[in-house]
């Protein structure tokens, strides 16, 4: 009997046991299309029992007794907790969660990586932020949004992209543009972004540094921008009509200070310039100075501001129009687009510019195919600075007395060379003064830039199991741009005596790019760890071709062709290229409970463009993560991720470099570039670590460190005269730059009606050369040496030990403490003073800072004809060339944020720049022609009035310099880059359904009407249009202004309706 009660008991307590167990199962869907979602995760709350769904969004698991709950998510979509009660089966819909999804990432990762999941920074710019004011380009939209971004807008042409920077500069010698992705299309070196529309923008994605970039290997060093465009309606199961239009005008934030007093005699009876007289005492054209030679005169006659005559406020607008669908298993996007900016500079064409977009995507069971197309087509001014004897120079040294528009000797308008021959009834600028009317230079040199481009896309994935994926990737990218600048055959020589016959340079230009990808993906998860594998082929091409003629002496007139030049004028160049490249690499990932990540990615590259005997190149990356939050629960922080990543990235070099060139000289080929077989890309190694804090439920806290060394940079470098060539690409240097970047996200304000938004973001970077395996040289940051030409291209000092973007020069003494004297107390380090002639205290400092000498005959120096600065010498009696500026910024910081009232809001971004220097190029012509503001006299107290040798004299000895200098680089022009510019703004109010339905309109779901200001005010100390201003070469750390297109500000007014 006992027995039998056991054993009736343990039954009762097996099959008790047995009933609290239970198998539980069921499918997971996307509430918006009713798609499965596959690897979905199904959690048994309060264990660690856990499971992923199949290919079908199907899953099963074992419930222990305790447990009573499921927990379901999925990355993009919304977490969502299901008692279980006595079901077995449990089907539920997730719905996408905006945020969640706006934290899935794409660039740099083998597939979408959630954020939090990623063990390298990247940035990213949502819709939302990039609407609030559409920029002209993407490059222009990442402004002040993303740390670790330097954005310069070297000029202001109308369809010019700023050149970008991230962290830090990779190329000693070259550009350090990023790669462009577009939509997963890597597009060709060189991408323009100014074709890119950026109102069918979804987001854009930034990988700043090589570690995060290490996925595209010998494409990346310079980092990754991604843009990825719009794919669907904002909402699941709907379609969407927006139209947007914007129309404004385009002003000049100020004017260049100039001088409007001269030195010269007035002839008491004509009320004008005295003429001086030649040997035989007749008249000539040139003025007669006055003894004083001080800058202090009014002019005669009417007095104009030429800027003002030649900047004008000019028409800017932006039309768009899109749809977008979303469907079970159908999405697709179609927009159009134009861009009208006429800039403000008088007499050019307007850049306008047309984008088509085309995606979508189709489900066909476990299929899935999606595509792109994108078009774009423009045309716009082009080349109009031309520096010296351009139209920025002319404007700046007429005198403000000339009239610029004044008919020329055969009826057309606009007097062509003012400082050449006199003006019957009208006023004159000097005789010598080499300036154009720019008016005259505008009206008979036109320039025609023409560009046009398609991009297409396909892929087709299809799931073999719940844990293999595979995909096919296909893309294409064709540019075609034209050019022609033609100067017309009635336009007068310098000293208009006769027409030059016009000319004509025009060049045409075609690039195409193939990339064909072949993806497999493995995903599983195995207990508590989830893993993934990503392996992928990948196979380049691109081609290039380039045509250029130029010729002079036309013909006939109205025919701006090549045929119609002097044959004997004709030359012809040009390039073809072809670049090929194959490229594997396996990235995997495991982690622990989304606790502990962990990432490896290996990377090799075969391209044509590295020497023969280094065609395969490896790099790889090595990152980790640990979200401390998941591991521990800490008041007040919902999440926090200390992160760290290793990695390499590299730089293809140029197409050329790897190859012998020679030089036709007289019909006989001469040796100049020795071929290298053994080049290889500079490779760029990154250590980055960082943490991201999201704290209080309102703010969100970035911080990254990133070191990098740049090794084997490819410099071209001089060969000994033996050698029969003159220079030779080689890997013979190395940089190193150090970089710290922040961000702050907050909700300041979150009330019924009240919201306010802040986010700051700020960077520091270091940036160095520790080695050279060539002599030191002098750069505008192009390949060769002072490629920039003139004062521009020299004072940029590339050496080892040196920051990179260093300025070196001459300087004027400042202070007496900079005299050195021999044992007897004799000044020894001033140039032009001759040994044992004066000491310290016959100097004295004047009232602009600078040494000059006290008196001379008795007299006092300052103030009179006698006043001079005085050049530091070298020991050998040279002028010292010693550091006068760094161009590199000691602090990057943007402010931005948006204030809301219920329907009202103002969105704001203020852009500032703390340090950095500019050399102000500009500044030391205008001195050498007397126009800028410094010489300028007029009401000056007397003793404080400089002679106009104190600005331009010439080296004399006993008595120093002027500050021009000889136009050699000098620490006078050397200015401040610090600023704070209110960037953008927009007032907008919205008009919902609701206020649209009591007026009767039911059909539109909202309105939007904006005021929108870009570039609206720049608070600067720096003298010259706009601190925001650079050559060629690169941008970023070759800070000089030498007469370019200033930047511009723009006022618009918006209205959008969503229907």
Known sequence: MKKAILLFT???????????????????????????????????????????????????????????????????????????????VVDVSLEIDAKLAAEIVVTGVSEGTSAKKLGFAIGKVDEQTLKEVPAVDPANALRGKVSGVTIVQPTGIPGTAPTIRLRGSTNIQGQSNPLIIIDGIITPPGTTLADIDINSVESIEVIKGAAGASLYGSQAANGVIQIITKRGADNPNATDFTARTEWGFTNLQRFYPLNNSHRWKIDPNTGDFQQALDNQQRPTTNRVFEEDQLMDNPYPGQVRNHQEELFKNRNFNQNYFAIGATGKNTNFFASGARLFNQGILELTPAFDRYNINLNADHKIGDFKLSGSVRYTNSVGPDAIERGQGGPFYGVLLLEPDFDIYAANPDGSPYWAYPGQVPIPGGRRTVSGNNAINPLYSLATTTFDLRRSRILTNASLSYQILDWWRVEAQGSYDRSEEFFQQTTRRDTYNSNMSAYTNGGLTRYESIDDGLVLTANSYFKQSFGDFNTSLTLRYQFERYTGNFVQVSGSQFVVSEVPQPQALTTTTLSNTGLNTDVRAENIFANAIIDYKEKYIFEALIRRDASSLFGAEERAQIFFRLSGAWR??????????????????????????????????????????????????????????????????????????????????????????????????????????????????????????????????????????????????????????????????????????IEAGLPFGIMYGNRHA??????????????????????????????????????????????????????????????????????????????????????????????????????????????????????????????????????????????TPGLGIGLYNNNNPTEHFVESGTFLTVREINLSYTFDADILNTIGINFIRDVRLSLVG??????????????????????????????????????????????
């Open 628 to 797: 401390i939050t998941e591991d521990v629960e800490l008041p007040g922080i919902q999440e926090w991720k200390i992160r760290a990543s290793y990695g390499t990235s590299g730089q293809r070099p140029p197409f050329i470099a790897q190859y012998e060139t020679f030089n036709i000289v007289n019909g006989v080929p001469v040796k100049n570039l020795l071929g290298n077989n053994r080049l290889r890309p500079s490779r760029v190694a990154e250590i980055e670590v960082g943490t991201n804090l999201f704290f209080l439920n309102r703010f969100n806290f970035e911080f990254n460190y990133a070191t990098a060394t740049a090794d084997d940079q490819v410099l071209i470098v001089p060969l000994l005269a033996y050698a029969g060539f003159t220079q030779q690409f080689q890997n013979a240097g190395q940089m190193r730059t150090n970089t710290i970047e922040f961000s702050l996200g907050a909700e300041v304000l979150r009330e019924e009606d009240w919201k306010f938004n802040l986010n700051i973001v700020g960077s520091r970077t270091i940036q160095e050369v520790t080695q050279l395996g060539r002599p030191p040289f002098p750069t505008n940051g192009n390949f060769g040496v002072a490629s920039g030409g003139g004062v521009a291209g020299t004072m940029f000092r």
């Open 10 to 88: 343990t039954l009762l307590f097996a099959s008790g046991l047995y009933a609290q167990e239970k198998t539980v199962s069921g499918t997971v869907k996307a509430a918006e299309d009713g798609s499965p979602l596959i690897g979905a995760s199904v959690q048994v709350k309060g264990t660690r029992v856990g499971v992923k769904t199949n290919v079908n969004g199907q899953y099963t698991i074992q419930v222990p007794p305790e447990g009573t709950t499921l927990v379901f998510s999925y990355i993009g979509y919304r977490t969502i907790e299901v008692v279980i009660g006595e079901r077995t």
């Open 1014 to 1059: 870009r570039n609206l005010l720049t608070f600067t100390s720096y003298t010259g249009y706009n601190p925001e201003v650079a050559l060629a070469g690169n941008a970023t750390s070759f800070r000089v202004d030498q007469f370019t297109y200033p930047v511009f500000r723009t006022f618009t007014l918006a209205l959008q309706a969503r229907f």
């Open 814 to 955: 400042r202070s007496l403490d900079e005299l050195q004297v021999d044992a007897n107390g004799f000044v020894t380090n001033l140039v032009g003073l001759p040994r044992g002639t004066l000491k310290r205290e016959d100097f004295t400092i004047n009232s602009d800072g600078y040494v000059i000498r006290r008196s001379v005959g008795g007299s006092p120096v300052e103030g009179t004809i006698n006043e001079r600065v005085w050049l530091l010498a070298a020991e050998d009696g040279s002028p010292l060339v010693t550091k006068i500026g760094d161009s590199n910024p000691d602090l990057i910081l943007s402010v931005g944020g948006t204030l809301s009232w219920k329907k009202l809001s103002l969105y704001f971004l203020l852009d500032t720049q703390l340090g950095g220097n500019i050399y102000n190029a500009t500044r030391q012509l205008l001195y050498f022609n007397e126009r800028h503001a410094d010489l300028d006299q007029a009401g000056k107290p007397d003793d404080k009035k400089k002679v106009v040798n104190y600005y331009i004299g010439g080296l």
